[in-house]
């Protein structure tokens, strides 16, 4: 059963599949829209350095092939072909994306997917609808980045121009007067590629069988190929929408209840070399499969021959000592005179030291670089942020920044309560770092439910949220009532804390000192539990905790609570 991802969701490709040459498959539709699926590979800096690595319907394969555009197949849109182990080292990302083609907007599209299939068995699908987007025309779908190691994310994101603008927004250049070259036309063999999954769409017309081609040798089918002749199993049902739940990363089991089918057969080891695709003529194409010969020479899916252990200095390092004895005066083991203690294990030198702060890229609108730092980047979205005024660290990129007023009536309300925000509008195409007296930062993605926070407590949000001051009504305080933010709609807002923060859930027994709560769901019932009828610290003997927050709920509330107050 493959796994399900939400938007958001993150996870190593090691732990969903063992192979690395893998099948992506989009399913996309709308009624009277098309389509342009792409996927962009991108360097380090997310940028299309080199558009040889811009994959579509005109150039539908990279230079080596480790990236290769398939067609509509298998009930997919379409799909394409990845062999991570291929990729060239410059390419950091591959970012997969739809457009519409001609008139429409993305939430016309009705259920589709993105799926990742290896050796025959779907390992990951992400399911979206058109209900999650608005006027945008195009859709950023999924990514296979590398850090450290290559990861798959489920992103979602809508970006309002076509593909011309996404281009753009990757750093290529649009090619003027160019005359467009009509789609290539896959070869229609009548069956799948050998590494793709069995199909899942209505199946299509019979195709008459080719002539019987004379017989010769024919290397063995791929180990992570279907058996000739098996029967495709039925396709599962569409996964329900489960967007609403907030940002996690993906689970590492498979729901419960589902038979889970035996993992293929276990490809090559990382860095062997695989067959070419540049095959030669004798070879059967791909989608038919091959007669094995008597004998199967060791290759892909299959256990390689032992090697002979590499000497040190091939890939690895040698051990201490190893064939010579230490400098005079130096104790085996010891670091050489001269070499800096501190010096990282990556290397020596300025970049080497300040490799471990480097940005942190993700795709994502809201990128936490640290726990003090975050960024956004205004061209995803195409919507404006407000950020509390001076907040601002670094942009990047044009970016406008204007001064954001509450009006005459707000001010008298901030005033009046003691919430009022200082604010700046942040617009433009470019990433805005923001960051204020090293808080901590902690962004929440709300989607559709409520939060409040205090104003005090706030560092940035999207300016689609809707927000307004909440009065806490109670007695045996100072004026009577205390006030809060309220925050809600679709959007992130960035709350930042003195300290580690702790989330406690809602029990009819919780309480809380109002200086140091930091925020609480909007469905909570709050209720002023004063010990004492009388001004705080008006008598001896006071204990400084005469005002407290009592909070009520169903079960799913909760409260935020930092080591600090206010």
Known sequence: MPREFQRGHKARISDLTAGTDLYVGVQITGPGLSFDISCFGLDADERLSDDRYFVFFNQPKSPEESIQLLGAQAGDTESFRITLDQIPPQIHKLAFTATIDGAGQMSQVGPGYVRIVAGGEEVARYAFNGSEFTTERAVMLGDFYLKDVWRFAAVGQGFDGGLEALLKNFGGEVMEEEAPAAPQQQPQTGAAPSFAPPAFGTPSAPVPAPAPAPQQPQPAAQGFAPPPGATPPPGPAPAPSVHAAPTIVAPLTPPGGGHVPPPAPAPAPYGQ?????????????????????????????????????????????????????????????QQAYGVPQGAPQGGTGVAAALQQFKETPTGQRWTQQNKKLIRVDLGMGGQPVLARQGSMVLYQGKVDFSYKGAGFAGRIVGNATGQEM???????????????????LHPIELQGDGICVSAENVLAFDESLQYEVRRIEGHGIPGGALFTMQFQGTGTIVVKTHGTPVVLPVTPTTFADCNAVVAWSAASQVVVSSQVRMRRNAYPGDTGESVNLQFRGAPGNFIVVQPYEV
Do not use: H
């Open 273 to 333: 070399p695989q067959p070419p695709y540049n095959q030669p003529p004798q070879q059967q194409p791909y989608g038919q499969p091959a007669a094995p010969p008597a004998s199967m020479p060791p290759g892909y899916g299959q256990p390689q021959a032992p090697q002979a252990p590499m000497p040190p200095g091939y890939g690895q390092q040698a051990p201490p000592g190893y064939g010579q004895q230490p400098p005079f005066g130096q104790v085996p083991g």
């Open 422 to 440: 200082q604010l700046m509008r942040c617009t433009g195409q470019g990433q805005v770092f923001l960051a204020e007296n090293s808080t901590m």
